[in-house]
């Protein structure tokens, strides 16, 4: 028995080798290229016979083997992809050699000259170098198996046991056991050290955790980017269909699985309906994407779409301001249409009781309606009834799209985005933006939005109902219109075809008068009065042509002293040490910069130069602080010297 090794595939970026199991190493792919040579004359010996005593029919015969030889070209470059670009361009040289060789061969005989040379000499020289590319993707000096295969890398990090790596097309994964008091969590945390031994994307790396236990885990490379190629949109789903009857797409994962989401639930399948955050920075790419589907959903049969967008509604598509149901463009319409909903909410709830339903089903005689809230943190951060909305809107068939370029708690009510299950993000600028819009699990699964920044527009995470929790950290890809006429003409298409569709909402242009009577309710009541006072209208008994007289009894007091005078920096620095040093004895091992708010209070100094503290305190022999990947720190107690 001989020894051999298991290595990944060249494009996947390693260098080196993994032993992971003993065989004999097989001579048979060696023999692939001399044999189909020798097939090759031969067949080529028979089509002259056949075919050369007709010109016509030898001069069909050519056109042919042109068109087949030009589309065994087209496959060979597009297969070998994968395997890297020397593999590549060897065998679809071969295959360019080996096509035009035959044709004419076919029509002058292989035995005649040059054709015969050429075959003498082209047969070996092929065969060679196939031989010598699979050599060189077998084997590999001992300085590439210690610094570029996946075990070593693995093991450099923590002390562990790899099993067989699984190579699938460009993606290479292997499962890993870690030592007693090692979890996944922990590799996880050092992802980019391993991207670095592999020589790899930081967002090429995942950790998947075994859900039965803590110290086991997958690790999975793609070092290969497989979403570079822009994905256009390829239209609507299900035209024509209920939206219970079909998923929308909307893009591509990493393994080439479509991205879907199914809006409505279905208690036969176990699959709760939802409703959807995306969230991603200027020029991430989420608005594409909600476009997207909007126009697929107006192109189911039993689909209400709303929008509201207070801040670029004028900037939206025509065939979306027209195509939808109901448009609400300005702060006034969105808030009444927002704050309508609990009412609408409890009137089809109470039709969904009578008929015996938990939920919204495929005829059940509503609608199903989708609010789609374009740059919606204002809308949603201002109103009282939106966190009571998320609760309650999605059994009674209501669905809400919330997009934000920042899902933040300032920006987004935490509670509301507790109730909103599916999420996707794309492209943000800080690690803190990505930890308020994905899930922890999907975040140390190697999740890594803020990499992308808005630099590759359209690449998203994505956790998505019935989606398999392991491939919410996959990259995906969304769709991309090649214009807006192509999403105009579907929609077009639909409008003319669907019956008693109403008109949209007009615009209501500020300012906006009262109703003549005011709506029941206490709140109502105080927002229509609200909006009645005009806050520039000076009292009756002040003329406004007259300067503003002040008081000379007028207490004068002196600001600029309220506020404690800062420390200086060696005992702010003092200070701070000692207040860590108290949450790791308080049981806190692990930080983040915005819970240091106190630090900031006590020292008078700003939050910027609490960063760069923390950033010097993760430095040198006796740092205080380690960095993970995410911005979070973590407390380190400095062994004493011996």
């Not at 056991?177 to 979890?183: F, I, N, R």
């Not at 689909?303 to 939808?324: C, F, H, N, S, Y």
């Not at 708010?597 to 503290?613: F, H, N, P, R, S």
């Amino acid at each position: 028995m001989a020894k051999t090794t298991t290595r990944m595939p060249r494009n996947a970026g390693y260098d080196g080798v993994a032993t992971v199991h003993t065989v004999r190493i097989p001579l048979w792919p060696y023999l692939v290229t001399p044999a189909s040579a020798v097939g090759l004359w031969a067949a080529t010996a028979g089509a002259h016979a056949y075919w050369a005593d007709s010109p016509a029919v030898a001069g069909a015969a050519a056109a042919g083997l042109t068109l087949a030889g030009t589309a065994l070209t087209g496959l060979t470059w597009r297969a070998a992809a994968a395997r890297g670009i020397v593999r590549q361009a060897t065998a679809t040289l071969s295959c360019v050699a080996g096509s035009a060789w035959t044709i004419g061969a076919m029509l002058a005989g292989p035995w005649e000259r040059p054709w015969l040379d050429m075959w003498l000499i082209g047969a070996p020289v092929a065969s060679i170098a196939m031989a010598v590319v699979r050599v060189m993707r077998s084997g590999g000096s001992d300085e590439q198996a210690d610094n570029g295969s996946l075990k070593e890398a693995v093991k450099s990090l923590r002390s562990a046991r790899i099993g067989q790596p699984k190579v699938d097309g460009a993606r290479a994964t292997a499962p890993v056991v870690l030592e007693p008091g090692v979890t996944a969590s922990d590799l996880a945390g050092e992802r980019g050290a391993l991207a670095s031994a592999l020589d790899v994307s930081p967002t090429a790396v995942r950790v998947i955790p075994n859900p039965d236990s803590a110290r086991r885990a997958t690790v999975s490379v793609v070092p290969v980017d497989q979403l570079k190629e822009t994905r256009y949109w390829p239209g609507p789903s299900a035209p024509g269909a209920s939206i219970a009857d079909a998923p929308t797409r909307l893009g591509v994962m990493e393994d080439g699985e479509p991205l879907e989401i199914w809006l409505p639930g279905d208690h036969s399948k176990g699959r709760n309906s939802a409703h959807l955050s995306v969230v991603g920075m200027s020029g991430a790419g989420k608005t594409e994407l909600v476009l997207n589907l909007c126009a697929d959903l107006l192109t189911r049969t039993d689909v209400r779409l709303i929008i509201t967008d207070t801040r670029k509604g004028d900037q939206l598509p025509e065939w979306l301001r027209k195509g939808a149901h109901e448009t609400h463009l300005d702060a006034v319409s969105a808030e009444d249409f927002i704050e309508s909903l609990p009412q609408v909410i409890a009137q089809r709830a109470r039709h969904l009781g009578q008929r015996g339903l938990k939920q919204w089903v495929k005829g059940c005689g509503l609608d199903y309606w989708a609010v789609v809230n374009f740059e919606a943190a204002r809308l949603v951060s201002e109103s009282d009834s939106f966190v009571d909305i998320t609760e309650s809107a999605r059994s009674v068939g209501i669905f809400l799209l919330v997009e934000l370029q920042r899902a933040t708690h300032d920006r987004f009510p935490t509670s509301a985005r507790a109730n909103i299950s599916a999420r996707v993000c794309l492209g943000v600028a800080r690690d803190d933006d990505a930890e308020a819009a994905l899930s922890e699990s999907t975040l140390d699964s190697g999740a890594a939005p803020w990499e992308w920044k808005n630099g590759r527009p359209g690449y998203l995470y994505a956790e998505l109902p019935g989606v398999d929790q392991e491939r919410w950290s996959m990259p995906a890809r969304a769709f991309i219109a090649r214009s807006e006429d192509d999403r105009a003409a579907v929609v077009a298409q639909h409008r003319q075809t669907s019956a008693n569709r109403p008109s949209p909402t007009p615009r209501r242009e500020d300012p906006v008068d009262p109703p003549a009577t005011p709506p029941a309710g206490e709140d109502q009541e105080e927002r229509v009065l609200n909006r009645a006072l005009d806050l520039t209208d000076p009292p009756d008994d002040v003329d406004p042509s007259q300067p503003i007289a002040i008081p000379a009894d007028m207490p004068r007091l002196a600001l600029g002293q309220l506020r404690t005078p800062p420390m200086g920096t060696e005992e702010a620095r003092a200070w701070m040490r000692d207040y860590l040093l108290r949450l790791h004895d308080a049981g806190t091992d692990q930080i983040r910069p915005a819970e240091l708010g106190d630090v900031i209070e006590a020292t008078g100094l700003t939050a910027a130069w609490v960063g760069k503290e923390l950033r010097r305190l993760c430095s040198g022999p006796g740092a205080l602080l380690q960095k993970t990947d995410r911005g979070v720190y973590r407390i380190r107690i400095p062994e004493p010297a011996q």
